[in-house]
């Protein structure tokens, strides 16, 4: 069997793309969710061509008649150019200010859709433009709304998460393909619950309003508001939003015949396939699997059978979240499940749990695919938006920052008051095409190619350094008094704590990517204490332990080359 699946993979150059790898995972917890009360949104971009950065634009005043240029957030081509507001706001990333915080990921959605309308507002400038000028949650869908009715909407389908120190939505959004505009819907996340979403549409049936939307309480009315009724967005009771023709263009297009309380937005604009079970909301399912045991009645449907139980939208955890925990979940390959990536013979000797792309693969006239787990090596940047409620904005908004695989990076905490981005993250410090020894992006990367040599071991290396310094920034983030005597005070001590957690991260890696040449280098692992490489009385390196390879993989090679290499 072994040498069945050795030679599968050795054809695997005849390789289709596998058309549901999208990219991006994202995880969302309300207050009530996590251990300390925070809201937490996590996101990680994957990209084989996204630079891992930190994108910054600072609050500003503008006059009548200034614009914005808005370009392509993918190719960098110029859209279009909109009015600016009277005053935007500071944005680190993907999180303002006011500890507004938001994510993506993409599902592209109905073939008859997939070109995506050529006017308007691309996803990525959607979210930044919407960053500049929203406060919370619900002030963003009411911008969202805004811009892509004004403007258009250019991009396919996308779910966001969006968090503020109270609240914590998905919203889902699709183009219109030849009409101006897009037709969405958005959920508030139920306090105690945890969502995710990973480039397939999540939300199915959702509550339609009846008649306007009215305060009196004990009616017995849906807490709904269509877009015809934005003005109303921001009572509490709201708790979820939708377009208003977001029923009337599926029927208009012959998707949807049924009666308007069945429809669903995600089967309607975004149906099921195996692809986008397995290699997308599979990931959801992993998250949730973790958390809840209940998930396990869920296997099949993460499995890729669309007609098996569906995973639902949110579910409550079985313990509160924790920060680091949030963090963790992101690190994930499938591990104690059928689709463990560090088990089969993909992995190798040494449980690798990577697969080079494509992901689908054809032998003998049958197609295979490789797993798409959260943590995977294409992933550019990713972040954990941690917002505060008790806390002044400048102090209680971090987004906890890394560069490239989750499994492997260290999340940096960047306040999002800060006015000057760590050398390390900064725009402009190195590309895809271009290395820079000061940028975390390579570093990163070095680090995590040579841990492919020899995964099962070296990555324990990474861990270690990784747990430390997360589970201490974290302590002392929770702990750490900010001087409140002013505003001003506050973003220098957020861009001074900032910048010397950077700098420590950036020493301590080139510290374990010096350690782990010298002690794994030639396939031989030194002996090793405290990052120092061990050496006899008289400076002799002690001599290096050799593990042999499994049992299986000797195996295999006896079995493809035995007659060779066999002692006559």
């Known amino acids: 069997?072994?040498?069945?699946?050795?030679?599968?993979?050795?054809?695997?150059?005849?390789?289709?793309?596998?058309?549901?790898?999208k990219a991006c995972t994202n995880f969302l917890c309300s207050k009530g969710s996590t251990t300390d009360g925070s809201t937490f949104i996590t996101y990680a971009a994957d990209s084989h061509t996204r630079y891992g950065q930190l994108?910054?634009?600072?609050?500003?005043?503008?006059?009548?008649?200034?614009?914005?240029?808005?370009y392509d957030y993918g190719s960098q081509k110029y859209l279009l150019s909109i009015p600016q507001p009277a005053h935007t706001y500071n944005v680190v990333g993907f999180m303002n200010e006011y500890q507004l915080a938001i994510g993506e990921t993409t599902w592209g959605g109905r073939a008859e859709l997939e070109h995506g309308n050529k006017e308007g507002i691309d996803y990525g400038s959607l979210i930044y433009v919407t960053l500049m000028r929203a406060r919370n949650c619900r002030e963003a869908i009411k911008v969202m709304n805004e811009?892509?009715?004004?403007?258009?909407?250019?991009?396919?389908?996308?779910?966001f998460s969006l968090c503020d120190p109270n609240e914590v939505w998905i919203y889902e959004i699709i183009?219109?393909?030849?009409?101006?505009?897009?037709?969405?819907?958005?959920?508030?996340?139920?306090?105690g619950f945890v969502s995710g979403h990973a480039n397939q549409a999540r939300i199915t049936q959702f509550p339609q309003e009846v008649g306007r939307f009215q305060k009196a309480k004990g009616?017995?009315?849906?807490?709904?508001?269509?877009s015809a009724h934005m003005d109303y967005i921001y009572e509490p009771e709201v708790e979820c939003v939708y377009s208003a023709d977001v029923v009337s263009f599926a029927r208009k297009n012959g998707w949807f015949s049924g009666k308007d309380a069945d429809f669903s937005y995600a089967d309607t604009y975004n149906p099921l396939t195996f692809s986008g079970l397995r290699a997308c909301d599979a990931r959801v399912w992993s998250i949730f699997n973790r958390i809840n045991p209940d998930m396990k009645r869920y296997l099949p449907y993460a499995m890729g059978d669309p007609t098996a139980e569906r995973l639902p939208l949110w579910i409550k955890p079985d313990h509160k979240i924790s920060?680091?925990?949030?963090?963790?979940?992101?690190?994930?390959?499938?591990?104690?499940?059928?689709?463990?990536m560090t088990q089969d013979v993909g992995a190798g000797?040494?449980?690798?749990?990577?697969?080079?792309?494509?992901?689908?693969f054809e032998v003998d006239g049958k197609k295979y695919i490789h797993e798409r787990a959260i943590s995977t090596q294409q992933t550019g940047f990713s972040f954990v938006a941690q917002c505060r409620s008790w806390l002044p904005n400048q102090q209680g908004g971090v987004l906890w920052f890394g560069v490239d695989d989750t499994y492997s990076t260290c999340y940096c905490p960047m306040y999002c008051s800060l006015t000057e981005i760590p050398l390390c993250f900064r725009e402009g410090n190195g590309s895809m095409s271009q290395y820079s020894e000061t940028a975390a992006f390579w570093l990163f990367n070095r680090v995590t190619n040579f841990c492919y040599l020899r995964y099962d071991v070296m990555i324990k290396d990474v861990q270690s350094v990784q747990q430390r310094l997360e589970e201490r920034w974290i302590n002392d983030v929770s702990n750490f008094e900010m001087d409140y005597s002013s505003d001003e005070a506050m973003v220098n001590m957020a861009n001074k704590l900032s910048s010397a957690y950077a700098q420590?991260?950036?020493?301590?890696?080139?510290?374990?990517?010096?350690?782990?040449?010298?002690k794994y280098i030639d396939g031989n692992i030194k002996q090793e204490k405290d990052g120092k490489i061990l050496t006899t009385e008289t400076g002799v390196v002690k001599y290096p332990s050799q593990p042999p390879y499994p049992d299986w993989f000797y195996r295999a090679i006896v079995d493809d080359h035995g007659e060779v290499l066999q002692v006559k």
């Open 1 to 21: 069997m072994r040498k069945q699946i050795l030679s599968m993979l050795a054809l695997a150059s005849l390789a289709l793309q596998f058309s549901g790898a």
């Open 55 to 70: 994108r910054y634009s600072p609050a500003a005043d503008h006059q009548p008649g200034d614009m914005l240029k808005i």
């Open 147 to 159: 811009l892509t009715s004004t403007y258009g909407y250019c991009n396919g389908g996308e779910s």
């Open 175 to 191: 183009d219109k393909g030849d009409e101006k505009g897009a037709v969405w819907v958005a959920r508030r996340i139920p306090e």
């Open 219 to 226: 009616k017995g009315l849906h807490k709904t508001i269509s």
């Open 323 to 340: 920060l680091h925990e949030a963090m963790n979940l992101m690190r994930d390959h499938y591990e104690g499940t059928p689709m463990d």
């Open 349 to 360: 000797p040494f449980h690798c749990p990577y697969r080079w792309r494509p992901m689908e």
């Open 504 to 518: 420590e991260m950036m020493t301590e890696w080139k510290k374990l990517d010096i350690l782990l040449l010298t």
